[in-house]
T-cell receptor
Framework: DTGVSQDPRHKITKRGQNVTFRCDPISEHNRLYWYRQTLGQGPEFLTYFQNEAQLEKSRLLSDRFSAERPKGSFSTLEIQRTEQGDSAMYLC??????????FGPGTRLTVL | AQSVSQHNHHVILSEAASLELGCNYSYGGTVNLFWYVQYPGQHLQLLLKYFSGDPLVKGIKGFEAESIKSKFSFNLRKPSVQWSDTAEYFCAVSQPYNNNDMRFGAGTRLTVKP
């Protein structure tokens, strides 16, 4: 499968713990996006990278959130000191330039 | 504020009925327009997109959408739905000359009764 992959698919954690998610984009795609989707809502943009550069961050991305794409390939999204409100599906997508985005299956986070 | 609005939260149709899902956006300037679909248990997939040219675009599975710039709308249509079209549909907008990040509507859940 040469699509976008995300790991883990599900994560259950206790409030206050740190979690890290990984996204592997389609190999030739230079752009990588992170979104968050809560129940009954559409995906909300969090941040995006062009190669290794983080070009935009949404106001939704508080100081507890950090994303990296160190070599312009895979990306990680870390949430520190998780809160119950962080429970959501975290989606990664990639694209080549301004072409359409291909979405991964998402990581479902549950914060107890 | 810039936003994407989908008028219907849940639409229920019988098979063979015609479908139109509304989408309006509040962005000025050049926009790229998309409809994505999420089937139960699957991840988001692109149905169709509009960048420029003919405002009536055709996508997969018999779907089409029309960009009406004067109304800031991009409604999705299908003349005859099937049970397999049951899914959640998301309208999305990006601005190619303004960071190009994509904004989604809240989604419309379509249930097609057999």
């Amino acid at each position: 499968d040469t699509g976008v992959s995300q790991d883990p698919r599900h994560k259950i954690t206790k409030r206050g713990q740190n979690v890290t998610f990984r996204c592997d984009p389609i190999s030739e795609h230079n752009r990588l996006y992170w979104y968050r989707q809560t129940l009954g809502q559409g995906p909300e943009f969090l941040t995006y990278f062009q190669n290794e550069a983080q070009l935009e961050k949404s106001r939704l991305l508080s100081d507890r959130f950090s994303a990296e794409r160190p070599k312009g390939s895979f990306s990680t999204l870390e949430i520190q000191r998780t809160e119950q409100g962080d429970s959501a599906m975290y989606l990664c997508a990639s694209s080549f330039g301004q072409d359409r985005e291909f979405f991964g299956p998402g990581t479902r986070l549950t914060v107890l | 504020a810039q936003s994407v609005s989908q008028h219907n939260h849940h639409v229920i149709l019988s098979e063979a009925a015609s479908l139109e899902l509304g989408c309006n956006y509040s962005y000025g300037g050049t926009v790229n327009l998309f409809w994505y679909v999420q089937y139960p248990g699957q991840h988001l997939q692109l149905l169709l997109k509009y960048f420029s040219g003919d405002p009536l675009v055709k996508g997969i599975k018999g779907f089409e959408a029309e960009s009406i710039k004067s109304k800031f709308s991009f409604n999705l249509r299908k003349p005859s739905v099937q049970w397999s079209d049951t899914a959640e549909y998301f309208c999305a907008v990006s601005q190619p000359y303004n960071n190009n990040d994509m904004r989604f509507g809240a989604g419309t859940r379509l249930t097609v009764k057999p």
